[in-house]
């Protein structure tokens, strides 16, 4: 798959995760109700998108292993810092919310919550991080193509 193609799926596992994520924050919203059956059922979606918080993790790792090869090339060496940073920051973070939705009760999810909430920003700070990195690689790749062009078209026949 080549670059462009890499980022187009990024881009667009972005805007599904975004969806996601407006769901999943109206739902912790409903844990506050003092209706216990809206917690139940509130509680029990969040357990149904465990497999959602587990493919942010996975997009995380994806775009790893993607960014070490051909991504390189476009991005400097703090921004890989970074965004290695805040992927790991974000593993630890779904790894604690499953943990949080293990063990949250009918009485007891103030602490599911809240953490829903701070993953839930993270992830999105995230995204616009992520965002940033990709504008910032298409403008290299399409000076690239750019500079091609005007060299095929400039330069003398051999």
């Avoid at 390189?72 to 604690?96: I, P, S, W, Y």
Wanted: one cysteine or more; hydrophobic letters at 35%; a negative charge.
């Amino acid at each position: 798959m080549d670059v462009s193609t890499r980022l187009d799926y990024f881009h667009k596992e972005h805007e599904d995760f975004l969806r996601f994520l407006d769901d999943w924050e109206r739902t912790l919203e409903t844990l506050a109700s003092k209706d216990q059956d809206s917690v139940r059922t509130a509680l029990s979606r969040l357990r149904e998108m465990q497999p959602n918080l587990k493919a942010i993790e996975s997009h995380c790792s994806s775009e790893e292993l993607n960014v070490e090869d051909p991504y390189r090339n476009f991005l400097e060496k703090g921004q890989l810092e970074q965004l290695k940073k805040e992927h790991l920051e974000l593993a630890h973070m779904v790894t604690d919310m499953l943990s949080e939705l293990r063990f949250a009760t009918l009485y007891e999810t103030e602490r599911a919550r809240s953490a829903g909430h701070e993953l839930a920003g993270l992830v999105r700070r995230h995204m616009r991080f992520e965002e940033k990195l990709l504008e910032e690689i298409a403008d290299k790749l399409s000076a690239e193509a750019e500079e091609k062009v005007l060299l095929r078209y400039t330069q003398a026949p051999e």
